[in-house]
């Protein structure tokens, strides 16, 4: 069977997060600099091989402060951690459109298995000709297990940010 390759969309594509701040509001933010491939047999995405690679200086919550804090030592540490990756062990089908995505999640210089949801949107040819394919990933992870451990109590109980992480991800893939 043949090999299939695709490469991110990035401009059809976004990789987000929420996490609660003050225990009762989320804090949306986003990577902005990010690439992944996957290589399929044929047009079965079983069983994929998927990799992905995000920027973590390009890390935007809206608002600048609260940015350069993610980016210190407190929580990513951009400058000794520049990146994070995942690497899937497996991509299994589960039902019709709905996937079971396994991996190595790489972050802060932590790598640990996560286990996330997709939706496969399905296959089409854009107006240029190019054949393209779309996944919504979602999935939680808590942030300690990567060593992101800064936080604050709050004087009524309670800490300022929450550890469960809640992933929302948008990707756009192009054949080749």
Do not use: C
Not at 16 to 27: E, P
Request: glycine content about 10%; cysteine-free; hydrophobic content about 40%.
């Amino acid at each position: 069977m043949s090999t299939t390759k695709w490469v991110i969309d990035p401009s059809h594509s976004e990789i987000g997060f929420k996490v609660k701040h003050m225990m009762f509001t989320n804090v949306s933010g986003s990577f902005q600099k990010f690439d992944a491939f996957i290589e399929t047999n044929g047009d079965d995405f079983e069983n994929a091989k998927i990799e992905f690679t995000g920027e973590v200086d390009s890390i935007t919550t809206g608002n600048a402060d609260r940015d350069a804090h993610l980016l210190s030592a407190d929580f990513f540490d951009a400058a000794e951690f520049p990146q994070l990756t995942f690497s899937a062990t497996s991509f299994t089908k589960e039902d019709e459109g709905e996937y079971t995505l396994k991996g190595d999640l790489t972050l802060h210089g932590v790598t640990k298995p996560v286990k996330l949801d997709v939706e496969f949107g399905g296959l089409a040819k854009d107006p240029w000709g190019n054949t393209k394919t779309g996944f919504s990933i979602t999935g939680k992870i808590n942030r300690k297990d990567w060593g992101l451990n800064w936080n604050s109590a709050l004087e009524a109980g309670g800490v300022l940010v929450g550890e469960e992480v809640k992933l929302a991800i948008e990707l756009q893939f192009i054949q080749q």
